[in-house]
């Protein structure tokens, strides 16, 4: 197999001029996060959201350029807002992005206090939501697929103690092995793994949970759960912004947050509590997702925006953090991940996936230059 080298694919970038300018984009610095894992290549194209149509033509041809290099075989590349928007930086996002980015094949050094709990995992990153029924769980199993399909090694933590949901959209049955020590191994499906309480007690198994129960529950996942080297696990944090949620931002070493949200007013301003509680502990918010966006008639395709359409990129534009991109309601998205084959895998070539690995490409090239974070104190309530 060819090995594609970095550099080629910033030459075939170098051909891509930005015409706003007449400069290349290389040359103008804009290509953050590329991501090279065997024939798979993707990056993020750094614009003001304000001329986010007049470049969409560049980020295509930059698409096609390295398309054409040999050995190939797929790209992804998003238009990812200018990190010097105005509020930007002042919760640790990232102001001023490293010129060359790390990729997930060059991981960060490890404070202790990480190594312990999760030795092999560059980045923890949270999917969250203000309120339940969102579609927080459908993201962050499709992202998560998506982020696998870029060739990424991912484990899906399902932390949502009160109602997980992961086992069925996984479509994983049976119980996790035990290992030597004490220690469990994770499940498997569809190239990622997985861990969640919904393997370990029944679907049906009403619980009630105390504050350090679900903490000592969510820590055991992380620490006693051989996850082995991961470049990312994504953690499907319980609805809200509890004290619970509070708790666990603050006791997983997570290098980013990722809102999802619901057009509706008040559920955005529940996304704005979640984005804030972030913020209190010093997690980097990614951007926010809005989910159920345009309404697509599964009879004639006609949409319509049900829950009106765009709030949440203009709340996140208001806010001062990255806005990831919107998912459509649409019953397909439904029923593949009610029936435990997510439309990442049961139609990939659906616009729906690309959605998903559209906005997967955005977080790992924001992840390829953060830093890795440490583990804040832990401080016992
Ligand atoms: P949460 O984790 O926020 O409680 P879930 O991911 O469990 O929400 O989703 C709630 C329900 O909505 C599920 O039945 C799921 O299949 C459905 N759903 C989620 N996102 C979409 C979407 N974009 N289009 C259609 N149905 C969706």
Same mark, same amino acid.
């Given at each position: 197999?060819?090995?594609?080298?970095?550099?080629?694919?910033?030459? @075939?970038?170098?051909?891509?001029?930005?015409?706003?300018?007449?400069?290349?984009?290389?040359?103008?610095?804009?290509?953050?996060?590329?991501?090279? /894992?065997?024939?798979?290549?993707?990056?993020? *194209?750094?614009?003001?959201?304000?001329?986010?149509?007049?470049?969409e033509?560049?980020?295509?041809?930059? #698409?096609a350029?390295?398309?054409?290099?040999?050995?190939v075989?797929?790209?992804?590349?998003?238009?990812?807002?200018?990190?010097?928007?105005?509020?930007?930086?002042?919760t640790?996002?990232?102001?001023?992005?490293?010129?060359?980015?790390?990729?997930?094949?060059?991981?960060?050094?490890?404070t %202790?206090?990480?190594?312990?709990?999760?030795?092999?995992?560059?980045?923890? *990153?949270?999917?969250?939501?203000?309120?339940?029924?969102?579609? /927080?769980?459908?993201t @962050?199993?499709?992202?998560? &697929?998506?982020?696998?399909?870029?060739? &990424?090694?991912?484990?899906?933590?399902?932390?949502d103690?009160?109602?997980?949901?992961?086992?069925?959209? &996984?479509?994983?049955?049976? /119980?996790?092995?035990?290992?030597?020590?004490?220690?469990?191994? %994770?499940?498997?499906?569809?190239?990622? /793994?997985?861990?969640?309480?919904?393997?370990?007690?029944?679907?049906?198994?009403?619980?009630?949970?105390?504050?350090?129960?679900?903490?000592?529950?969510? #820590?055991?996942?992380?620490?006693?759960?051989?996850?082995?080297?991961?470049?990312?696990?994504?953690?499907?944090?319980?609805?809200?912004?509890?004290?619970?949620?509070?708790?666990?931002?603050?006791?997983?070493?997570?290098?980013?947050?990722?809102?999802?949200?619901?057009?509706?007013? *008040?559920? &955005?301003?529940?996304?704005?509590?979640?984005?804030?509680?972030?913020?209190?502990?010093d997690v980097?918010?990614?951007?926010?997702?809005?989910?159920?966006?345009?309404?697509?008639?599964?009879?004639?395709?006609?949409?319509?925006?049900?829950?009106?359409?765009?709030?949440?990129?203009?709340e996140? #534009?208001?806010?001062?953090?990255?806005?990831?991109?919107?998912?459509?309601?649409?019953?397909?998205?439904?029923?593949?991940?009610?029936?435990?084959?997510?439309?990442? *895998?049961?139609?990939?070539?659906?616009p729906?996936?690309?959605?998903?690995?559209?906005?997967?490409?955005?977080?790992?090239?924001k992840?390829?230059g #953060?830093?890795?974070?440490?583990?804040?104190?832990?401080?016992?309530?």
């Amino acid at each position: 197999m060819v090995a594609i080298a970095d550099a080629d694919v910033r030459a @075939a970038l170098a051909d891509i001029i930005d015409p706003r300018t007449g400069t290349d984009i290389i040359a103008q610095n804009m290509v953050r996060g590329l991501i090279i /894992k065997d024939r798979n290549v993707g990056f993020a *194209i750094e614009i003001d959201p304000a001329d986010s149509e007049a470049m969409e033509p560049v980020r295509k041809a930059a #698409e096609a350029a390295v398309r054409a290099l040999p050995g190939v075989s797929s790209v992804t590349a998003v238009l990812t807002a200018h990190s010097s928007v105005p509020g930007a930086g002042q919760t640790g996002d990232r102001a001023t992005p490293a010129p060359q980015a790390p990729g997930p094949q060059a991981p960060g050094p490890q404070t %202790p206090a990480q190594r312990d709990l999760v030795p092999d995992v560059t980045w923890i *990153i949270a999917i969250a939501s203000g309120k339940g029924g969102v579609g /927080k769980s459908t993201t @962050a199993v499709n992202l998560a &697929l998506a982020l696998a399909g870029l060739g &990424l090694a991912v484990g899906l933590l399902d932390a949502d103690i009160y109602g997980p949901s992961i086992p069925r959209m &996984l479509g994983i049955k049976g /119980k996790p092995q035990p290992l030597p020590d004490k220690r469990i191994a %994770p499940m498997e499906n569809y190239g990622i /793994k997985a861990m969640s309480i919904g393997f370990l007690v029944d679907e049906e198994t009403p619980m009630i949970w105390r504050g350090p129960m679900v903490m000592g529950a969510l #820590e055991q996942m992380l620490r006693d759960v051989e996850w082995g080297r991961l470049d990312i696990l994504v953690v499907d944090m319980p609805p809200g912004t509890g004290d619970a949620q509070l708790t666990m931002a603050q006791r997983v070493p997570l290098a980013g947050a990722v809102i999802v949200s619901t057009p509706q007013d *008040i559920a &955005l301003l529940d996304a704005r509590k979640g984005l804030h509680m972030f913020r209190k502990v010093d997690v980097p918010v990614l951007g926010i997702i809005e989910n159920m966006s345009t309404f697509v008639c599964p009879n004639c395709g006609h949409q319509t925006d049900i829950f009106g359409h765009g709030g949440a990129r203009t709340e996140a #534009e208001r806010l001062g953090c990255d806005f990831l991109g919107e998912i459509p309601l649409d019953m397909a998205i439904r029923v593949t991940s009610d029936s435990g084959q997510p439309i990442v *895998i049961d139609q990939p070539d659906s616009p729906h996936a690309e959605a998903y690995r559209a906005i997967a490409t955005a977080i790992a090239a924001k992840l390829a230059g #953060e830093p890795v974070r440490a583990a804040p104190q832990i401080v016992m309530e």
